[in-house]
T-cell receptor, first 115, second 113 residues
């Protein structure tokens, strides 16, 4: 069964450093998402992406964040200058189409630890 | 997304059925009812969804009240692997705008061996 994959599974970085989290969505899907989950808290929406542009972003997704689909398969989340509070699980998701019945399929996540 | 209300936690014995309730009294006529779950240290996983009629799939059943103000996710025979946080979410069929999932706290399901 097709699945969303994410790399790395765990990323440790120093405060102020740039990180890039990578995702490979399901191959025929058109809509892509990033969510995050701080330890012990709810899963929070960050950004949605369709047709090579951001569809929607949350208040969390400030100028330090960016997303890109550099080729036909990868979808990346970049944090330019990490802060301690960016430590969280980051989940990528993808969705096939545009009906309310469509499902978002989530990857296993990348645990980001900022020291 | 309209608001849903779920119990914080529930407990069930292994190999017994589990009924996870969800109230959504402000549901609109076009909102779909989706259930996701999150196993420990994993990403959310789709379970089932429905609009008006009860639904069955290989993972679970979804029973929707006639007035659609509540629904129940039914795991017919719980296993230890079903221990997870279960999220009941209302989703609008509006296409690519406003299609983010807003997760609540969900119900943490504990399965006792």
């Amino acid at each position: 069964e097709p699945e969303v994959t994410q790399t790395p599974s765990h990323q440790v970085t120093q405060m102020g450093q740039e990180v890039i989290l990578r995702c490979v969505p399901i191959s025929n899907h058109l809509y892509f998402y990033w969510y995050r989950q701080i330890l012990g808290q709810k899963v929070e929406f960050l950004v949605s992406f369709y047709n090579n542009e951001i569809s929607e972003k949350s208040e969390i997704f400030d100028d330090q964040f960016s997303v890109e689909r550099p080729d036909g398969s990868n979808f990346t989340l970049k944090i330019r200058s990490t802060k301690l509070e960016d430590s969280a699980m980051y989940f990528c998701a993808s969705r096939l189409g545009t009906s309310g019945g469509d499902t978002q399929y989530f990857g296993p996540g990348t645990r980001l630890t900022v020291l | 997304d309209a608001k849903t209300t779920q119990p914080n936690s529930m407990e069930s014995n292994e190999e017994e059925p589990v009924h996870l309730p969800c109230n959504h009294s402000t549901i609109s006529g076009t909102d779909y009812i989706h259930w996701y779950r999150q196993l420990p240290s994993q990403g959310p996983e789709y379970v089932i969804h429905g609009l008006t009629s009860n639904v069955n799939n290989r993972m679970a059943s979804l029973a929707i009240a006639e007035d659609r103000k509540s629904s129940t996710l039914i795991l017919h025979r719980a296993t230890l692997r079903d221990a997870a946080v279960y999220y009941c979410i209302l989703r609008s069929p509006l296409g690519n705008r406003d299609d983010k999932i807003i997760f609540g706290k969900g119900t943490r399901l504990h399965i006792l061996p």
